[in-house]
């Protein structure tokens, strides 16, 4: 079974830029949840994808947003970036048992630099 | 406030003992805990789940504790071999179904 895959692996952008990450999770997962990670703060929730729809947010400004498509691929979009942005952005999806997500599985991360 | 600790500083182990790394956490109460391993450049691998009603759990060389009067979790590697060195995460699921994860312990295996 291929793993969760996530798409650009590095990009480099400028402050005020926008930007958009892909993750496609395994097959059969519907939840996929993203993360930011930093070396000072760890990892931090943004937000979880169910069947399309947004289950759970994290404590990330508007600026950060996503969305879950029909086939459970998923996008991230983070407009007007910051030099805080910058980060590792993991993807992990999960199956859903009895409501709540359990081991989740990460893909490898997109590595965002903003200059 | 609610917190998920782990200690910050780095563990070093000498081959063949038994390393213990610790989780604690404040104002939460969760449904289960799960401890993942993260190398350099990669994403966390998932490793093992416990239960709220649950006290320990193995599963080959690892073994987890959770103690919710202590709100406090115990991993246990067994045999430590330098292919153990690693970051080691510990993660709460929270009453309102967010995944908390703490900030992790880097694990050094010394041959």
């Known amino acids: 079974k291929a793993g969760v895959t996530q798409t650009p692996r590095y990009l480099i952008k400028t402050r005020g830029q926008q930007v958009t990450l892909s993750c496609s999770p395994i097959?059969?997962?519907?939840?996929v949840s993203w993360y930011q990670q930093t070396p000072g703060q760890g990892l931090q929730f943004l937000f979880e994808y169910f069947s399309e729809t947004q289950r759970n947010k994290g404590n990330f400004p508007g600026r950060f947003s996503g969305r879950q498509f029909s086939n459970s691929r998923s996008e991230m979009n983070v407009s007007t970036l910051e030099l805080g942005d910058s980060a590792l952005y993991l993807c992990?999806?999960?199956?859903?048992?009895?409501?709540?997500?359990?081991?989740?599985?990460f893909g490898p991360g997109t590595r965002l630099t903003v200059t | 406030s609610q917190k998920i600790e782990q200690n910050s500083e780095a563990l070093n182990i000498q081959e063949g003992k038994t390393a213990t790394l610790t989780c604690n956490y404040t104002n939460y109460s969760p449904a289960y805990l799960q401890w993942y391993r993260q190398d350099p450049g990669r994403g966390p691998v998932f490793l093992l789940l416990?239960?709220?009603?649950?006290k320990e759990k193995r599963k080959e060389r690892l073994k987890v504790t959770f103690d919710t009067t202590l709100k406090q979790s115990l991993f246990h590697i067994t045999a430590s071999q330098p292919a153990d060195s690693a970051t080691y995460l510990c993660a709460l699921l929270n009453r309102d179904d967010k995944i908390i994860f703490g900030k992790g312990t880097r694990l050094h295996i010394l041959p």
């Open positions: 992990a999806s999960s199956l859903i048992l009895q409501g709540v997500p359990y081991e989740q599985y």
């Open positions: 097959s059969g997962h519907r939840s």
């Open positions: 416990i239960r709220e009603n649950e």
